[in-house]
Structures are given as structure tokens and as C-alpha cells.
């Protein structure tokens, strides 16, 4: 689309908004918290992060860094149902057990820019 319109109006926005996109975002929320990371000077995490790598039934976080065992996850609206708490609570437990350090940010994080969260995660990658 961007090549055979290369005069639409906010074609030069639309180019550098393909540059910042990954595939293995479930959400926009997710994507501007990994936008707000790397605005911030920090690595650009990796997507969808399993516990262990390939394994179908491993749990995955939304975000993280796997060389540093840390993991993030943005819990949006859908994460209040009873079902997804449990699926949650089971996924959180995992990343707990296998000693990576766990960050979840919700919409309250979102409307702060996640400045908050940044901050948190810029102290755990300076951690050993």
C-alpha cells in the first residue's frame, strides 16, 4: 500500500511506523510498552517469550530479555475474567519457579507512558 500510494497523506508517518513493527504482538499496549523501553534507551526486548524456547506447552510472556531471566507482561481488560486469573496465576508461577524476575504493567502503567515501568526495568537489566 505504501508503494502504490506514495503521495498519500501521512505517507511519511505510515513509513516510519512500518520500521517499528513486530511480529508477536498480541496487542497495542504491548507494542507501546516495548516502544516506551526502547525510548528510553533500552534494548528493544524480545516477543513472546517461552520459559523454554520451542516447547508448545511453555508458558510465554508478552515481552522480556532472555539472557537476563526477565520477563513482562501487559494485562489488559481481558485478564479480570476467572478463567484467564487462573491461566494467568499459573503462567506467573512458572516464570517464578524458573527464577526469572517477572514484571506485569496494566493500563494504569499505559496512561502513565509507562515511565514507571521503564524505570523498573532499566534497575533489573543493571542487576546481576
Same mark, same amino acid.
Given at each position: 500500500m505504501l508503494t502504490r500510494h506514495?503521495?498519500?497523506? +501521512?505517507?511519511?508517518? %505510515?513509513? %516510519?511506523? &512500518?520500521?517499528?513493527i513486530r511480529v508477536g504482538a498480541d496487542s497495542a499496549p504491548e507494542t507501546f510498552l516495548r516502544l516506551a523501553l526502547v525510548d528510553a534507551g533500552l534494548p528493544?526486548? +524480545?516477543?513472546?517469550?517461552?520459559? &523454554?524456547? +520451542?516447547e508448545p506447552y511453555s508458558p510465554a510472556a508478552d515481552l522480556g530479555y532472555r539472557q537476563q531471566r526477565i %520477563?513482562?507482561?501487559?494485562? +489488559?481488560?481481558?485478564?479480570?475474567t476467572r478463567e484467564q486469573q487462573s491461566r494467568d496465576n499459573r503462567r506467573d508461577q512458572a516464570f517464578y519457579s524458573a527464577g526469572w524476575r517477572y514484571f506485569k504493567f496494566n493500563a494504569d502503567d499505559l496512561a502513565n507512558d509507562f515511565r514507571k515501568a521503564t524505570a523498573q526495568i532499566r534497575a533489573a537489566l543493571r542487576e546481576p
Open positions: 506514495p503521495k498519500m497523506q +501521512g505517507i511519511v508517518k %505510515a513509513r %516510519a511506523a &512500518v520500521e517499528l528493544e526486548p +524480545g516477543l513472546q517469550l517461552q520459559i &523454554v524456547p +520451542g %520477563a513482562i507482561q501487559y494485562d +489488559g481488560g481481558h485478564h479480570l
